[in-house]
């Protein structure tokens, strides 16, 4: 099964000239092995399931001790920010304010009054209410506060870029059906796309008032059906049953149904893809941003190939993470940090065949708890990737040189900017028939800047130049150009 993300809290929204926006978030399963979060689970009288942290948020100490009425930082911006630079995101390993998450501070100090929002990366974050708390005690700390207000909110879902799009047997379905509610459970925005037209299984797993897929004739777009709140697309759904047609032709199915469906903002695309590594699950990985996969597998020797040849595939294809449901073998051989086992029970069977996931079915049972953990690993780990994309380049001005530091890696160099320039290696610099260097040397001046770098999934990012020209710069690439060497940079005085 296939995890796309989406930027809106590991988020992310489509948008195109011809197509309205479309925001898919991801089932993401993220690199790096992360400090291990349990959670217990209580039932409310409404019986909605409540996510309790045994691991706390943790705090660092500060130069100056918060309470201390005898000491004084600066002006109040700087005391409440060094008081909140003490709370640590435990995935991140970063305080919340280095973080970014602090927006709209607002300070009276002569009435003693502090506001702020707290932005996190997404409305699933299982410690939402952790954050809250701290962020209030650290500031009510400080001797003038005398009344503090923190709004909680997550980050929107950005647009990746039109260019990036083209103009059954182990369980993955029910894996991707029920790990999508879950997520919706949690409070995030999910819908889920079933890429698999020789024999789409989302029609009978899901019960939808609307079967059958509707077009806008003024846009010419696909508006998707909808269950509990989570939007579906499949082919099943498009009054034709199972198809029966050459790889080219499912491309271009595949193509539209993504496309031109109008998605709306969503915090998470789950993507159910069919068996095998054929051509839809290339395509796919080629030319969408997917932030990471979950690979589904039973204990037999030959499901163990076939998921071999997945994680190759997406190990190739830059893949941040992979997490794995239910094969040890797997993991010891190929290094993933997450693992879940899941239950073969009859219920859950049952439940794919009757139209009702069965975490919505029996949302306190053990397979719900399995999916609820495995859900909570999907939006730290989300998190956590796109905290990385975020930073991964970036300009500084104040020495004039991009800085790289590539997800996963504990290297940081720099880059003069024209040399970036004239490392493009598109159709508008070289020639691609011939090879022949069509920008030149002497084109790009040696004083030139970049307007704006973009993360361009989790690979590339989009630099975009004075004259227009956008440049996508793979990170590989970037990691053999020429570097600056003893960069200065000015130490900034606490």
């Known amino acids: 099964m296939q995890v796309l993300h989406v930027p809106s809290s590991p988020h992310l929204s489509i948008q195109s000239s011809k197509a309205p926006q479309l925001t898919w978030g991801s ?7 992360f400090s291990t979060l349990h959670f217990s ?20 100490a500060a130069s100056v001790e918060v309470g201390d009425s005898s000491v004084s930082t600066g002006t109040a911006e700087d005391d409440v920010l060094k008081a909140l630079s003490q709370i640590i995101d435990p995935d991140f390993g970063t305080d919340i304010v280095t973080c970014g998450f602090v927006k709209d501070l607002q300070i009276d100090k002569a009435l003693g009054e502090v506001s702020f929002r707290l932005e996190l990366t997404t409305p699933a974050c299982p410690i939402k209410d952790v954050f809250e708390q701290k962020a209030n005690e650290v500031v009510a700390m400080l001797p003038w506060v005398k009344n503090v207000k923190v709004t909680m909110s997550a980050q929107p879902a950005r647009p990746i870029f039109a260019e990036q799009l083209p103009a059954g047997g182990v369980g993955k379905s029910t894996v991707a059906v029920n790990l999508a509610y879950t997520l919706a459970d949690m409070g995030a925005r999910v819908g889920i796309f079933d890429a698999d037209v020789y024999g789409p299984s989302l029609p009978t797993m899901v019960s939808p008032e609307n079967r059958l897929l509707e077009m806008n004739p003024e846009k010419k777009t696909i508006i998707p059906t909808e269950y509990l709140g989570v939007k579906l697309i499949s082919f099943g759904f498009a009054g034709q049953g199972r198809a029966i047609m050459r790889g080219p032709m499912v491309s271009g199915v595949i193509n539209q149904l993504l496309t031109t469906t109008e998605w709306g903002e969503l915090d998470y695309l789950i993507i159910d893809m069919p068996p095998g590594t054929g051509d839809i699950q290339l395509t796919l990985c080629q030319v ?3 932030t990471a996969a979950v690979i589904v597998t039973t204990p037999q020797k030959l499901s163990f190939i076939d998921v071999a040849k997945g994680v190759r595939m997406f190990s190739k294809l830059k893949e941040n993470d ?25 219920t859950l069977s049952a439940s794919g065949d009757s139209g009702m996931p069965e975490v919505v079915a029996d949302p306190q049972g053990e397979v719900s708890k399995i999916f609820q953990n495995l859900g909570v690993c999907v939006v730290q780990q989300c998190a956590k990737i796109r905290q990385q994309v975020s930073t991964a380049v970036t300009y500084d001005r104040s020495i004039k040189a991009i800085k790289v530091k590539v997800p996963d890696s504990k290297e940081e160099f720099f880059l003069h900017p024209a040399t970036v320039r004239r490392n493009d290696r598109s159709a508008q610099s070289v020639d691609e028939w011939t090879g022949e260097q069509k920008l030149q040397y002497t084109d790009v ?16 990012v989009s630099i975009t130049w004075p004259d227009g020209f956008s440049q996508i710069a793979p990170y590989d690439q970037l990691q053999t150009m020429e ?10 005085q606490a």
């Open 445 to 460: 001046p040696e004083d030139i800047e970049p307007e704006e770098i973009r993360p361009m999934g989790n690979y590339a």
């Open 322 to 346: 992979i997490t794995h449901l239910a094969e040890v073998q797997v993991v010891q051989q190929f290094g993933i940090p997450h693992l879940f086992d899941l239950p073969i029970r009859p």
């Open 288 to 290: 969408v941003p997917l």
């Open 483 to 492: 570097r600056l060497v003893d960069v200065f940079q000015p130490s900034v």
């Open 27 to 33: 089932v993401n399963v993220n690199s790096s092995p």
């Open 41 to 60: 689970l209580h039932a409310q009288r409404d019986q909605r399931l409540l996510w309790t942290p045994h691991k706390k948020v943790t705090f660092r």
